[in-house]
């Protein structure tokens, strides 16, 4: 019943099906896969205070948006990153009693309960972190308190897996965290323990690092780590995420990757820099307005990360190897309310938050891989030729590897120049894809030999060349097969 419900919604919603829920990894170690076999695309969104903050209601609003939107993935925390151990959620209750793991409130964890169940009936996957990083002693504590030990994580675990065996959910341990003792190792080891005791298995688990860091630095031999997870964070822009990726294709036994944390659309370029933790304004009078709201947005001096710098970051990671991405909201991540405590301070709230062209932009992306075999992308800078360095106009390409079709970013100030022989038989059909509005335009028909350059569309600033062997039968690009 719930894959006829899922094609209905999708099919109404006028989105491809990339199949609702990974169980497992693809025999080349690159794709998360379906009960079928069949790769599994992560299109990922932080919502990690969505259990915390919003009440039924408004979940299925936020989640019902971004089902709509093309997104395949809900990141989630269960005890909150903003005191959410001692800071009821929308319905007036904390989620474990006396602030002890092996004592879960039931009401609570019934609020958990029906988003997850809606989540479900949309196709949505919940990518659910049992907890954020600051409940364990690290090097970077925060709101806390710690309560964690390796006894009672396994108890809290074997809780989790057994509540949401039959729920399609992925595991995330970590919560902004590194492993940076053998104490917290021992911790979420014994959590993993527990969660695959209480699932029988059934689900993947991986982990969320802190910023410029990955899982495989810690982790990557650990049995119960399925697949790879990066924070990129919210340092720079465009920041050249590829790099993790070309970094984590070289680890054995290989894993899957993907980027859990790029920039937040919206969030200030390195925020830290102008925030001061101990006030609970956390900027000087006047910058937020009685709702707790940016209005001199100059005070953040380096600016606001953008929808370009979203694509980029996207389009990077996937044409680079990664399995999948997620994108992320300053607002939504906090699904931040005028009024409520300040995490990091904000433009909008969340409900206007999500609509904004970053998220928008997610529906196109998703629309141009469905639109091909994307599970066959295989990296291949080498079609590019002529220079093409690191910087903020870098190229990155992927070619099918049964030769049926190549895809190329250009973030924007680069033409792009390619081999053709890369392709199958002996001509190939090529077009311009514009990732900010989805629209396709037809460039020629050409031999499938030597190099050919193709000049960069007015109207950008980024694009997205596709080029199709002639015979593969393919429309254009975005549209459903």
Not at 50 to 60: Q, R
Not at 100 to 117: K, N, S, W
Not at 122 to 147: C, F, Q, R, S, Y
Not at 159 to 175: D, S
Request: with cysteine.
């Amino acid at each position: 019943m719930r894959s006829f419900l899922f094609l209905l919604l999708t099919g109404l919603m006028g989105l491809p099906v990339l199949t609702a829920q990974p169980t497992g990894i693809s025999a080349d170690r690159r794709h998360l896969t379906d009960a079928s076999g069949r790769p599994f695309l992560w299109l990922g969104d932080t919502a990690w205070e969505l259990f915390h903050i919003l009440d039924v209601d408004e979940a299925t609003h936020y989640l019902e948006t971004r089902a709509r939107q093309g997104f395949t993935v809900i990141q989630a925390v269960i005890l909150a990153e903003n005191d959410g151990l001692r800071r009821p959620n929308a319905n007036g209750d904390v989620p474990l009693e006396n602030l002890d793991p092996t004592r879960p409130v039931e009401a609570y964890f019934q609020h958990v309960d029906r988003i997850v169940e809606k989540a479900t009936q949309l196709g949505l996957t919940m990518a659910l972190l049992p907890t954020w990083g600051d409940k364990l002693e690290t090097n970077h504590p925060g709101a806390g308190p710690v309560i964690f030990t390796p006894e009672n994580a396994r108890i809290y675990g074997e809780f989790l897996g057994a509540r949401y065996r039959a729920q399609p959910v992925v595991w995330v341990l970590g919560g902004d965290r590194n492993v940076d003792s053998e104490e917290n190792l021992a911790i979420w080891r014994a959590m993993a323990e527990g969660l695959r005791a209480g699932d029988g298995g059934r689900h993947l688990i991986t982990y969320h690092p802190r910023g410029a860091s990955t899982s495989a630095y810690f982790l990557h031999r650990e049995p119960w780590l399925d697949f790879n997870m990066y924070q990129s964070g919210h340092g720079q822009r465009k920041d050249l995420v590829f790099r993790y990726n070309l970094e984590l294709a070289q680890y054995q036994p290989e894993k899957p990757f993907l980027n859990g944390e790029p920039a937040y659309e919206d969030i200030p370029v390195r925020f830290w820099d102008y925030l001061d933790w101990s006030d609970p304004q956390r900027t000087p009078a006047g910058v937020l307005d009685e709702d707790g709201l940016i209005v001199q947005p100059a005070h953040f001096e380096a600016g606001f990360f953008e929808p370009l710098d979203v694509r980029v970051s996207a389009y990077w990671s996937l044409l680079s190897g990664a399995c999948g991405h997620t994108y992320g909201h300053n607002a939504v991540w906090q699904m931040y309310k005028p009024g409520q405590p300040l995490a990091i301070p904000t433009l909008t709230d969340w409900r206007e938050a999500l609509a904004r062209p970053g998220a928008e932009d997610i529906r196109h992306l998703h629309d141009l891989l469905a639109s091909r075999p994307w599970g066959r992308l295989q990296p291949r800078q080498d079609v590019l030729y002529g220079l093409n360095p690191p910087d903020g106009a870098h190229l990155r390409a992927a070619v099918d590897a049964e030769g049926s079709f190549l895809l190329v970013y250009a973030p924007g100030g680069r033409d792009i120049s390619l081999r053709l022989e890369a392709l199958r038989g002996e001509r190939v059909v090529a077009w311009w894809f514009n990732p900010r509005n989805g629209a396709t335009t037809y460039i020629e028909t050409l031999p499938a030999a030597g190099i050919h350059t193709f000049a960069l569309p007015e109207g950008g600033p980024d694009w997205v060349l596709v080029v199709d062997a002639a015979g593969a039968g393919f429309g254009p690009p975005g549209t459903r097969r």
